[in-house]
């Protein structure tokens, strides 16, 4: 299982930042652990359902969960063993809804206005409009919700739950009602945001890119288990197990039996159904060990076809393409491998590269894999991909 | 023209609306957001008044508020007077009879409330009662004017519960409803005629005003 999810004892260290401990069956089975420390972006990544929001919820004292401990900055605001249910007000959270949930009836200002609290009237006012400031919306204060676009109204949200000096700051699919371009350019302004704000923020997303473009660590749920969690791109290129390349999006999922090591520690070999591959070395596996390893796509790479050079040595493999999707500049290839009757193999190559080389379905080509980018993972007891 | 009806009348509704109002909002919010068993029957008790006859409610009303049952008899104790055939009598009749119409435009707003922004405004800090004045008040406002608009129409044109229960004692319990029953009988059809062509003109304004206030506070919603 992965590394990342185990903690050192529940000590909580120094105290600073959100600490957050879940477990129950019902409604929503959740077996989670998550800790961001201040000025950190976790993302909480995993498909719909996955009681990501009902973690959210549970921080934000919205929902009650059968065993949990949660506590921020040093200050417990849910302990189910020594009963302490801190109200919601009383917890200092910013929380962005994922449908905003601005005041229908009250104008931009006003909204954000109602969350600063006991200050004097002067004081709201001027706060609120910095605030708007900070997110751009100068000279629509006044606009009431339903008179903003869509990005305008998440702004609004932002700047809502900043407002109260949140300890923490909350962002439930902040990013998923709103159009392509939208999402893009609140990306880029989250980005630039994030440098002044000092308190740990958890971002809800089902989106893989949005995690890896805006969180410092990611946290892979699937019902309500946290199954990894680390920097975004050691998540991507070292999931713990099938379980979570599935979820990162992995289409290179085999099985193979590790058949050795090379001399020196320079590689691990893997015996994968007739063909021998030469993979990053691992020294916690034995020969004889049956595993899972992943390759990226773009780590699969073309041997040139016309006048090929004889270079093409790591890993080869042969076979037939089988079909061919353009995804934007790139082009997904899945080949059927001579000898392996399992799930094809999956090549992106930039288009231009795909014309060049003449590739079209039911042609036969050859292909490396490069030894660096095959990562091992433990096999997993009777696990369904359908599970997922 | 019996002006002292018609002061009955215009009481009688005022009343009925201070005590409905609150009464109402507390259990419109009540329905709109609680989830129990039981619900569907206590909905079902509520919107009694509107399939009953007034005069099978008025008969349960005058056996229940009369001087041989248990609240005619503690009311008694407690005041002296009978309940029935009193304006006090008649209040408690009209706060019943009325109650779907308070409750059920009521619980429709407060349940078009959308859970995340009660959420929302929990997690800006508020405390419940600037919730209910800031949040839920503001947006349950449309629907707390028509249930305003509903008791009000309703409590001046109601004729069958306020006889069974309140009779026809002048400065008492005779509503301009029944004034003008009265004149009619006593063939005194100029009086019953300018009576109603008052109460047309009252419900009129009423329901005019109501339906401005409301129009006014849909438009500051958007």
């Known amino acids: 299982m992965g590394e990342g999810d185990v903690t050192e004892g529940g000590v909580a260290e120094g105290a600073k930042g959100l600490d957050v401990t879940l477990r129950q069956e019902a409604p929503i089975p959740l077996n989670a652990h998550i800790e961001c420390p201040p000025g950190e972006v976790l993302a909480l990544v995993g498909p719909s359902g996955g009681g990501k929001s009902t973690i959210l919820r549970a921080i934000a004292g919205l929902t009650g969960i059968t065993h949990g401990h949660i506590s921020c900055n040093g200050s417990i605001w849910y302990d189910t063993q020594k009963r302490i249910d801190v109200a919601t007000r009383h917890r200092r959270v910013g929380f962005v809804f994922q449908s905003y949930a601005l005041f229908p009836h009250l104008s931009a200002l006003d909204n954000v206005i109602e969350a600063l609290g006991a200050r004097p009237a002067g004081a709201r006012k001027s706060r609120a409009l910095e605030l708007l400031g900070l997110v751009r919306l100068s000279g629509l204060e006044e606009r009431r919700p339903f008179e903003l676009s869509g990005g305008q109204q998440q702004r609004v949200a932002v700047a809502r739950a900043l407002a109260r000096d949140p300890e923490v700051l909350l962002l439930d699919e902040p990013f998923s009602a709103v159009d392509r371009a939208t999402r893009q350019r609140l990306h880029r302004e989250l980005s630039q945001l994030r440098s002044q704000l000092r308190m740990p923020v958890v971002l809800v997303t089902h989106d893989l890119e949005e995690a890896v473009q805006l969180s410092d660590r990611m946290s892979i749920l699937h019902h309500g288990q946290t199954l990894q969690d680390g920097p975004p791109f050691q998540v991507l290129n070292h999931p713990a197990n099938r379980q979570v390349a599935r979820l990162i999006d992995l289409k290179n999922i085999f099985q193979a039996r590790v058949a050795g090591h090379g001399a020196g520690g320079e590689f691990t070999r893997l015996e994968w159904g007739g063909n021998k591959l030469e993979a990053r070395y691992r020294s916690d596996f034995a020969a004889g060990d049956l595993v899972d390893w992943v390759i990226p796509s773009g780590s699969v790479i073309l041997h040139r076809r016309r006048g090929p050079s004889r270079g093409v040595r790591e890993n080869p493999v042969h076979g037939v393409i089988e079909s061919m999707v353009r995804l934007g500049e790139t082009v997904s290839v899945s080949i059927l491998l001579d000898d392996h009757d399992t799930h094809p193999l999956f090549m992106s190559i930039s288009v231009h590269a795909a014309a060049r080389n003449a590739i079209a379905p039911g042609e036969r080509i050859g292909v490396s894999l490069r030894a660096d980018d095959i990562h091992i993972m433990p096999r997993l007891p009777a696990f369904h991909d359908d599970d997922l | ?222």
């Open chain 2, 1 to 222: 023209m019996d002006w002292m009806a018609f002061l009955v009348s215009v009481k009688l509704a005022v009343w009925t609306l201070a005590i409905l109002l609150p009464l109402g909002i507390i259990a419109a919010r009540h329905l709109a957001w609680r989830r129990y068993t039981g619900k569907p029957f206590v909905e079902a008790a509520l919107a009694l008044p509107l399939v009953l006859p007034p005069t099978v409610l008025g008969y349960y009303l005058l056996v229940g508020l009369g001087s041989a049952s248990p609240i005619g008899q503690l009311y008694k104790g407690l005041f002296g007077s009978p309940l029935v055939f009193t304006f006090e009598g008649l209040l408690v009749a009209s706060v019943i009879f009325n109650l779907p119409f308070a409750v059920q435009p009521m619980q429709r707003a407060f349940e078009g409330i959308s859970n995340e922004v009660r959420d929302a405004a929990a997690c800006c800090g508020m405390a419940p009662w600037r919730i209910f004045w800031r949040i839920e008040l503001p947006l349950a406002w449309p629907g707390i004017m028509t249930a305003f608009v509903l008791v009000f129409a309703h409590t001046i044109g109601e004729f069958g519960v306020v006889l069974m229960v309140g009779g026809s004692i002048p400065g008492e319990t005779r509503t301009a409803a029944i004034a003008i029953y009265d004149r009619v009988q006593a063939f005194d059809n100029a009086a019953a005629g300018a009576m109603s062509a008052l109460l047309l003109v009252i419900s009129l304004i009423a329901i005019g005003i109501a339906n401005l206030a409301t129009s006014k506070s849909r438009g500051r919603h958007g």
